[in-house]
Nanobody, 122 residues
Framework: QVQLVESGGGLVQAGGSLRLSCAGSARAVSVYAMGWFRQALGKEREFVASINRIGSTDYLDSVKGRFTISRDNAKNTVYLQMNSLKPEDTAVYYC????????????????WGQGTQVTVSS
């Protein structure tokens, strides 16, 4: 069983930055595919970014150029650097992990964190 714990959320003004962290309970995080999803109030959970086992990344179009996903294998941690934040980025952000899947479907990921709230004020 892999446990994922997100941190780094908070309240920020539009144009600001936050860095989310997702710490894994085992070294599995360093070899698994990892993803970030978000769920705004009243909306479906949507894909934001992913990084596969060899380090290739994928991003939701609306965050390309603003968000960066990365991993620190020594710390079993994945990050989501979020710059130029917009009010529409407001959501609960979730970290997900899977031994193989790194796509955009939330049903493909086996393990999930509890989420961290990001609120962007205008």
């Amino acid at each position: 069983q892999v446990q994922l714990v997100e941190s780094g959320g908070g309240l920020v003004q539009a144009g600001g930055s936050l860095r989310l962290s997702c710490a894994g309970s085992a070294r599995a995080v360093s070899v698994y595919a990892m993803g970030w999803f978000r769920q705004a109030l009243g909306k479906e959970r949507e894909f934001v970014a992913s990084i596969n086992r060899i380090g290739s990344t994928d991003y939701l179009d609306s965050v390309k150029g603003r968000f960066t996903i990365s991993r620190d294998n020594a710390k079993n941690t994945v990050y989501l650097q979020m710059n130029s934040l917009k009010p529409e980025d407001t959501a609960v952000y979730y970290c997900a992990a899977d031994p193989f899947y790194s796509g955009r479907s939330r049903t493909g990921y086996l393990y999930w964190g509890q989420g961290t709230q990001v609120t962007v004020s205008s």
